[in-house]
């Protein structure tokens, strides 16, 4: 299959939109059923064989455990239990409204319950319309939705090459269904103090300095897919150094820069996964020489940490 498939915003956008709100209401039952982790690892979703999935969660109350997939082969949704049952139903053919119905009556079909506290998008224009209500969203066509999975397939082993590089604290490549990107992030582990007024999702997403890198798919302050990457806190200059591929360019977003490498830009590179990871390091070396991280120091080469093992892979 090839490297980066076409995926401009104005054609899948309806799907987008709609699959945007599918994907953050099965989020919120990960946020109310999972586990919290620190800086909201527990929430985001993972890449599978053939879609997206919760991973496994369920309270300590009885209740069972459970995992929830999006198939994207089949295009169904597919809730499992710990003790063997499974049922599922079609992503296509459905509306917010009836997609929310459906989950939540195949859960409970299944013997689980779960209070999502704020059954309503989360930082979206229609974030006051609970899902219930949404019949305006209701376009999914599966050939654009298995390439949103496809493309979200090949950036993630991207990025985990890229985050073996790294051998401090460094979060799993993850699927966040909020923003609806992709993405990795190496921490520092120097504390942020925050001022009081920060709202708590930002509060524990950044309660450390890191430097994060990823890829979403363009919305409509940006409206294109691209890489990307960001220090937070952003050091002073950083935005006068240099990125690679000359393609990459910082981009002003709100009092902050990002790093931002497009799509489109990068599959038209000779070697696109090289000009990606290329770009990833140029916007750590910024971010982190000016932020005075150790960099030789929390370096693993290939992924390997002991400077004894560094050469041809054994076996």
């Not at 490297?3 to 899948?12: D, H, I, S, T, V």
């Not at 103090?193 to 990823?214: H, K, M, W």
């Not at 940006?222 to 002073?236: C, D, G, I, L």
Request: aromatic share 12%.
């Amino acid at each position: 299959m090839e490297l980066f498939p076409a995926m401009p915003l104005a054609e899948w956008r309806d799907t987008k939109e709609t699959l945007h709100r599918f994907a953050q209401v099965v989020g919120k039952i990960r946020l109310a059923a999972g586990v919290r982790r620190d800086h909201w690892w527990g929430v985001p979703f993972h890449l599978t064989g053939r879609g997206l999935t919760t991973r496994p969660m369920g309270r300590a109350d009885g209740g069972p455990v459970f995992t929830i997939d999006f198939d994207f082969v089949a295009h169904r949704l597919v809730v499992t239990t710990l003790d063997g049952q499974a049922a599922s139903f079609p992503l296509y053919g459905r509306s917010v409204a009836s997609f929310y119905g459906d989950t939540m009556r195949t859960l409970a079909d299944l013997g689980v319950r779960v209070d999502m506290a704020i059954p309503r998008p989360f930082d979206l224009p229609d974030s006051g319309r609970p899902f219930a209500e949404d019949t305006a969203h209701a376009a999914y066509d599966p050939s654009l939705a298995t390439r949103y999975w496809q493309v979200l397939s090949q950036v993630n082993l991207l990025l985990e090459e890229f985050a073996a590089g790294y051998s401090g604290k460094i979060s799993p490549v993850h699927h966040f269904w909020h923003t609806f990107d992709i993405a990795c992030t190496r921490f520092s582990d120097r504390r942020v103090d925050q001022p009081p007024e920060v709202d708590p999702v930002t509060r524990e997403a950044y309660s450390r300095e890191v430097i994060s890198f990823g890829f979403w798919f363009g919305d409509e302050a940006f409206p294109e897919p691209a890489f990307y990457s960001y220090t937070a806190p952003e050091p002073a200059g950083l935005d006068d150094e240099a990125l690679s591929p000359a393609s990459a360019r910082w981009v002003s977003q709100r009092e902050s820069h990002l790093a931002v490498l497009r799509y489109d830009d990068a599959r038209a590179e000779a070697d696109p996964r090289a000009a990606v990871l290329a770009f990833y390091e140029s916007a750590y070396q910024a971010g982190a020489r000016l932020a005075g991280w150790d960099i030789a120091g929390l370096s693993s080469p290939g992924g390997v940490t002991d400077p004894q093992l560094i050469g041809p892979t054994p076996g």
